[in-house]
Nanobody
């Protein structure tokens, strides 16, 4: 069974930083991407960042320049370092692992697995 577990969420003031972690356990495809998505209250879920299986990274415009995705293969963990946080970054952040992750949340792609999410709250 594959498990995806996020951690690191919390409350921070605007301008602050947080590091989210996502650890995957169980058998996943060798060419699995790892991604971060978020859903603010009353809004649609959106892509934040993806780390492709070959190391390529992509970011949403809202995250580029402030957020950094990285991966520790030995720990099967992907991180999202979030800096200069803004109130509009407040959301539940979800981690996903799967082949060819898309920019659509819960797309149901090949061997796609999702975590339960971690809350990030940024106050002004």
């Amino acid at each position: 069974e594959v498990k995806v577990v996020e951690s690191g969420g919390g409350s921070v003031q605007a301008g602050g930083s947080l590091r989210l972690s996502c650890t995957v356990s169980g058998p996943i495809a060798d060419d699995s991407d790892m991604g971060w998505y978020r859903q603010a209250s009353g809004k649609e879920c959106e892509l934040v960042s993806i780390m492709r299986y070959d190391g390529r990274r992509s970011y949403a415009d809202s995250a580029r320049g402030r957020f950094t995705i990285s991966q520790d293969h030995a720990k099967n963990t992907v991180y999202l370092d979030m800096n200069r946080l803004k109130p509009e970054d407040t959301a539940v952040y979800y981690c996903a692992a799967g082949v060819a992750l898309s920019d659509v949340c819960w797309a149901g792609g090949l061997f796609e697995h999702w975590g339960q999410g971690t809350q990030v709250t940024v106050s002004s």
